[in-house]
């Protein structure tokens, strides 16, 4: 069956290095890539997403890499800062109607 | 801001009972979707509605109801409750029925007691 998971429930990074959250999945046929942020107390934001079609993305201070070869997925924050401290959260579609989220990777950024 | 508003924000009730979360999604999304957060957990999939419509069902228990009302806006209606029911229930919304980014609300958070 599908699942979206992810390798570290934790990660803890100084503040000012950059972060790589990794998230695996097993549909060979999902389609659609995101990842959301959830700050404490907060709903999800979207951060970044990616199709199936890209193997990278850049925002504003983010990556997204795809490699659908492995299925692995990961989310790649330059220069972390207090404010990223938050759960990160992979999800997916396969084509439609619902998003699969993978468990979460908590990012904690020391001082 | 999100534009997703839930009601109540924290809920406090004993089991055996029954509660109504309810949720108004973005101005101009159709699609509705309601997420289910256990503690430390990630978001499980309860059910999606599309302009009045059910469209999706995810793992939603029998003791779990939910509709979208003419006006969009969703209730999620859960019934004898269960210590394990408490959670934070999140509502999203996207304009497609097909979920690309969905936009969620602060989240309902459940105690049951």
């Known amino acids: 069956g599908e699942s979206v998971g992810l390798h570290l429930p934790t990660l803890s990074v100084q503040e000012g290095d950059n972060s790589i959250i990794n998230c695996a999945y097993s549909n060979s046929a999902s389609d659609y890539f995101i990842w959301y942020k959830q700050e404490s107390g907060k709903g999800p934001q979207f951060i970044i997403d990616?199709?199936?079609?890209?193997d990278k993305r850049q925002g504003q201070r983010v990556t997204v890499l795809l490699n659908k070869t492995v299925k692995h997925l990961s989310l790649q924050i330059a220069a972390t800062q207090p404010g990223d401290s938050a759960v990160y959260f992979c999800a997916h579609t396969r084509g439609a109607q619902k998003l699969v989220f993978g468990q979460g990777t908590r990012l904690t950024i020391n001082p | 801001d999100s534009g997703v508003t839930q009601t109540p924000k924290h809920l406090i009730t004993a089991t055996g009972q029954r509660v109504t979360l309810r949720c108004s999604p973005r101005s101009g999304d159709l699609s509705v979707y309601w997420y289910q957060q256990s503690l430390d957990q990630g978001l499980q999939f309860l059910i999606q509605y599309y302009n009045g419509e059910e469209r999706a069902k995810g793992n939603i228990l029998e003791r779990f109801s939910a509709q979208q009302f003419p006006d969009l806006h969703s209730e999620l209606n859960l019934s004898s409750l269960e210590l394990g029911d408490s959670a934070l229930y999140f509502c999203?919304?996207?304009?497609?029925?097909?979920?690309?980014?969905?936009?969620f609300g602060e989240g309902s958070r459940l105690t049951v007691l």
């Open positions: 999203a919304s996207s304009v497609a029925v097909n979920a690309g980014e969905l936009f």
């Open positions: 990616i199709r199936s079609n890209m």
